[in-house]
């Protein structure tokens, strides 16, 4: 009859929601927000949320205890009030995102929340000391607390009261674990400083350390004699912006995060591996070797001690050919310029471009030459995409870099064009030592439109 009808009827209002609805308290405790809180305390996951614990620019951190009164911890992230809002570029490029995320800020925050539970679940699988996530639901993930019996927090490593003696214990243990992060995990943390990891005592009354058990990491070393017991572990915490390793900027991620233990540690005195070396160290498939007494492999806590000190050996000598020189009159200030050229060498590492892949390598047939002048110490991918040193042939005069069954040949006999693709399709044409009996043989070119007409057919 051209009468205007509320379809919604007297319930029109009832969706109605003002700045009430929305605000927040501390941050992050909105309404629906403790709705999910009441709704843990109602199915009997929490028996009571006390006050905050940390602070930081996408969560807050709270005590809670469960009902049979052991301390738990409640990781609740910032939905209203975004402080941290570059998200994306931790997340774009993830094989786990392939399907594309959502740019909602609630929907992103619970996505965050889910994903820091997946890499917890990582690193505890592979034995890093890290807090047992136990639910997520939404923006509020409940795990265990690191602290102590009476449910203070352990402190920070930025603020943890650490004796000397056991600094050099606890680098190690965190090279070791952010090594098993990379090879067994396969992530890379993204933010690991002094900030975002735990100085952690065990509780134990006994005058010796608990002994280890199959459960945990076999990164673990040995207390040093004389230490005090019961000697602390670092546990890593906020994994929620780990990548995995064939992220874009996996390698990026990871040079901040070995620069920022680097120079924690070096700040506290300890004789550390330098930026470059500790790259290497993580990144490499294989750092152990054989044992010339027992034919034994290594471990790799073994081969991190001497790394350590061969670098140590090196230094020494260093410092005694500038004693040497000092006593001709000829060294004045050259342990200033071996340091500057440290920091001057990692400062054009830390702006380097390093390839994940032989397909992103920029310039091939450079580094082929590079290495047949011999200067591949210089390749600075080498190991992190797994090429092995190079084999020469007396015969041909041939430099090979074989990386998995791939090489690439540096000859005037040779297609340029295919040497990009000879890394995907090596085995297909024919294997390695066919080739080395018969010499190089060029292979026809792939993809559709180099095939014959009658083959398409």
Same mark, same amino acid.
């Given at each position: 009859m051209g009468v205007g009808v509320n379809r919604k009827g007297p319930s029109a209002h009832a969706n109605m929601k003002d700045k009430s609805d929305r605000a927040t308290n501390e941050q992050v405790l909105d309404p629906r927000t403790r709705l999910i809180l009441f709704k843990m305390i109602g199915r009997g996951l929490l028996d009571e949320v006390n006050g905050c614990i940390s602070t930081g620019k996408e969560a807050n951190v709270y005590h809670a205890l469960s009902p049979d009164r052991k301390h738990l911890a409640l990781k609740i992230y910032k939905t209203s009030i975004l402080v941290f809002k570059?998200?994306?570029? &931790?997340?774009?490029?993830? &094989?786990?995102? +392939?399907?594309?995320?959502?740019?909602? =800020?609630?929907?992103?925050?619970?996505?965050?929340?889910e994903k820091e539970m997946r890499n917890l679940r990582r690193l505890q699988a592979a034995g890093i000391k890290c807090p047992d996530p136990i639910e997520v639901r939404e923006n509020v993930l409940v795990?265990?607390?690191?602290?102590?019996? @009476?449910?203070?927090?352990?402190? +920070?490593?930025?603020?943890?009261?650490? =004796?000397?003696?056991?600094?050099? &214990?606890?680098?190690? /243990?965190?090279?070791?674990?952010?090594?098993?992060?990379?090879?067994?995990?396969?992530l890379v943390h993204a933010d690991l400083s002094e900030y975002n990891i735990l100085y952690h005592r065990p509780h134990t009354t006994s005058t010796t350390t608990p002994p280890i058990t199959a459960q945990e990491p076999s990164t673990s070393i040995e207390p040093i004699p004389g230490s005090? =017991?019961?000697?602390?572990e670092l546990w890593?915490? *906020?994994?929620?912006?780990?990548?995995?390793?064939?992220?874009?900027?996996?390698?990026?991620?990871?040079?901040n995060d070995v620069k920022n233990v680097e120079d924690f540690f070096a700040r506290k005195g300890v004789s550390t591996l330098g930026l470059r070396r500790?790259?290497?160290?993580?990144?490499?498939?294989?750092?152990?070797? !054989?044992?010339? /007494?027992? $034919?034994?492999?290594?471990? *790799?806590? #073994?081969?991190?001690?001497?790394?350590?000190? #061969?670098?140590?050996?090196? $230094?020494?000598?260093?410092? @005694?050919?500038?004693?040497?020189?000092? !006593?001709?009159?000829? $060294?004045?200030? #050259?342990e200033e310029d071996e340091k +500057? *050229?440290?920091?001057?060498? *990692?400062?054009?590492?830390?702006?380097?471009?390093? =390839?994940?892949?032989?397909?992103?390598?920029?310039?091939?047939?450079?580094?082929?030459?590079?290495?047949?002048?011999?200067?591949?110490?210089?390749?600075? &991918?080498?190991?992190?995409?797994?090429?092995?040193?190079?084999?020469?042939?007396? #015969?041909?005069?041939?430099?090979?870099?074989?990386?998995? $069954?791939?090489?690439?040949?540096n000859g005037d006999d040779h297609d340029d064009e295919s040497e990009g693709e000879e890394g995907e399709g090596e085995n297909e044409g024919g294997s390695e030592d066919e080739d080395g009996e018969k010499g190089f043989v060029e292979k026809k070119p792939r993809g559709h439109k180099f095939e014959d007409k009658d083959a398409k057919k």
């Open positions: 570059d998200r994306s570029k &931790y997340v774009a490029g993830e &094989y786990r995102f +392939r399907r594309g995320f959502s740019k909602n =800020p609630r929907k992103m925050v619970r996505l965050w929340a795990m265990t607390l690191v602290g102590t019996k @009476e449910g203070w927090a352990s402190p +920070r490593l930025k603020d943890a009261q650490i =004796p000397q003696h056991l600094l050099g &214990y606890l680098y190690r /243990s965190l090279v070791l674990s952010i090594r098993t992060m990379f090879h067994v995990c396969k005090e =017991p019961p000697v602390g890593i915490i *906020d994994v929620s912006q780990s990548v995995e390793h064939d992220h874009p900027s996996a390698f990026d991620f990871l040079r500790t790259f290497e160290f993580v990144t490499r498939d294989k750092v152990a070797q !054989l044992k010339e /007494s027992k $034919g034994m492999e290594e471990t *790799d806590e #073994e081969a991190l001690k001497r790394w350590i000190e #061969e670098r140590e050996t090196q $230094g020494a000598q260093g410092d @005694e050919g500038d004693e040497t020189d000092d !006593l001709k009159g000829e $060294g004045v200030g #050259e +500057r *050229d440290e920091e001057h060498e *990692d400062a054009i590492f830390m702006k380097s471009y390093i =390839p994940r892949n032989l397909n992103e390598v920029y310039d091939p047939e450079r580094d082929v030459e590079k290495v047949a002048r011999g200067d591949a110490k210089n390749l600075i &991918y080498a190991d992190t995409i797994g090429v092995v040193a190079p084999t020469t042939s007396k #015969e041909d005069g041939d430099v090979h870099l074989v990386k998995k $069954g791939v090489k690439f040949e």
